[in-house]
């Protein structure tokens, strides 16, 4: 065992570990879903996930309880009584035909974090939380990161009606469906007193790692992300029976819509912004039928908070021209707005220094996808770790790939990182 | 009663009992299947709406039974014997949340026919028959008019397998869970010498006759259908992750196609070109993911049938061009292409002079629409005698809307025109 600058200890984690429990959470899917893996938001199967994670934990002799935002926590007591929490975690739900790592690898890497420690028998000043959050994919709800929002008390009881999936379920009533009282949602709202500092290892969900071949990364910036929605009402008519010059066909204006948002993300200004419609549905979506209805989901990323604002209302704005022009009938709704955030130098250096510590190559770099981190920022200081992404960074997809060997480095850089941050924070 | 020039009989039809029957056959749609009427092709529902019919025209004293192909028809005999048929009829499968006239007004038109004549003691030479066609709509597997292409013979049991409906049923599966028996589909053809002529009443779906003022339509052209479908295989992954000049997304490729389209549609060269994108279908479809898979079914229509095909053609052209700029898989399949169809004069003039002899206004009109009609035109000769539609000819809509008026006015031009053919017609 490697002496550490900090706190004299390291741990070894190893590849096949981190396989088995990867996979154990793969085989949670909804069936006949498709390729990958389906465990959406606020569903049973998210629920199960958790179960295996509270199983896994009490086994190895944590105190395990889920709060009443649906959100896992299993505490791994400090020898100093009465000083907050260095936490670490992340997400076990799903978008739909999601691939095996997003979220999971982060929950991995806890859990063997704390089976590692028991292990070896590390003891710790702080108590040690490890975390898994409930839904953190926007896919179902248009919002992401609700069970850290909720934490973090930016999402409250009064919002719960406000977000409804494609069959009309709220979220109100999802949470209920999952054995979650949405009446009391506001009591897992995290006291700051609580909390001494957060890290989340996560797949970069990116390219930036692999192709440079530079090892791990460290964030600096999470992306903020503006999401709205865009209902577009034409006129639904026969394909056939209907000249060119009397339709009012709601799909070429989301076309045009779709088109622009591309191409004002991709211009010289918009470096480093990121303009997806992800998602568009189509009413009455027949072949002799000329659309109706369309309805675009928007999803607009920067790590620059003005640039963001703007290019969303720039979006909305030319939307509604085309809209207009065409005599289409235009409405939209905000669905989540939250800024990038800047990392705080503290967790950075704890997180850089235990790289440097057990020889590990690591960059610094931002996150273009949103994190439950960004959300718990709010209550402590929060830290970002990457694992390489292959397959050009894909994510959100069932190629979504990374290597057994980067997530066991990435578990020893963040067990590390949690033991430098117990010995160098002050709060003791 | 008036005196006819051709066989001296008229009948009255009644508006409240069209607006009957058309309520009774709106009542038969999938329960929450959202707004309209739901009513697919070779579904129990649609079975149900042609027992309604069986049941009705049995009630009239009328022969009836449905072929192999799942059309059901109803004969009243004629005083000569061994004369060929004069039939009538429509379709009552629907679109997707359709409305309650497009189809359903030629089945109820060739009902109160035959419940007149009974009621009247009208006689004919010829035996009348009144058909109810299977699975008109292309909207569930593609392909538009499939009973009566089979009574056609222009689709055989060999290509039952090749048509598939959204949820991958193949059109011979759903005919045998209809109560179809796929393999003896070929008996269902019909045989030239047992048909003198057919008259199909149907919507107009369009607004030239409610624009223009000019009461019924007489039809001298039915448009040709090319439809196709195009998948475009682009790479999901995660829309804050992805910069944008690393993208391959389907969604932005398949934008530029549906634009395409109508632009092409829409320029001098196309006046009486009608292309449309009515059905568009994204994967994974979720607002945090680059659409990895799109979708598109077009459908080209036109009176010229080089026009047609050369139309598709370059749509298709263009499309690929549009892929293969963007990195994006294409792949192409032809589902249906069916020629533009000149009616024949001797109909017509028969439905001509019906008008004229009842005083009803009407006017020479194109079809955009496809109907059965055109595909019995390879059987015999046939007319196609349109009503109104108000609310700007929208069709395949819940506002799709013809007054029981309008129909009741078509219902008696249509019992005049088959006394006038039977009178007229040299086959006797």
Redesign the interface.
Known sequence: MKRTAASGTTVTATPATVTALIDEFAALSEPRS?PGVTRLAYTPLERRAHDVFTERMRAAGLRVWTDAAGNTIAERQGTVAGLPAIGTGSHLDS???AGTF?GVAGVVAAMEVARLFTENAVTHRHPLRFVVFAAE???RF?Q?CTGSRIAAGLTTAADLDRFTDAEGTTLREAMRGSGIDPDRVDEATWMRAEWAAFVELHI????VLDSSGTGLGVVDVI?G?T?FRVDLHG????????????RI?A??A???I??IA?EL??DDE?D?????????????????????DCRL???V?DVDPARQRATADEVLARARTVADRRGVGFRSDM?ADASPVALPQLVRDAMAAACDQLDRRYRILP????HDSQMISRVCPVGMLFVP?LN??????P?ELSTAEDITSGIEVLAATLLSLDTGLQTG
């Open positions: 498709g978008v739909p035909n997003d994919e926007g896919a248009g992401a970069e969900q990116g390219s992306s992300s999401r006129r639904a008519a026969h394909s056939g029976g209907t000249p060119m010059e009397l066909d799909l070429t989301a076309a045009e779709v088109l591309e993300a991709s918009h480093g912004t990121r303009v997806t419609v992800g998602r568009l549905d189509v009413e009455p979506n027949s072949i002799t039928t000329i659309p109706g989901y928007v999803d990323r669905l996150s273009g996808a949103s992404s050009h960074g894909v994510s959100h997809s190629d």
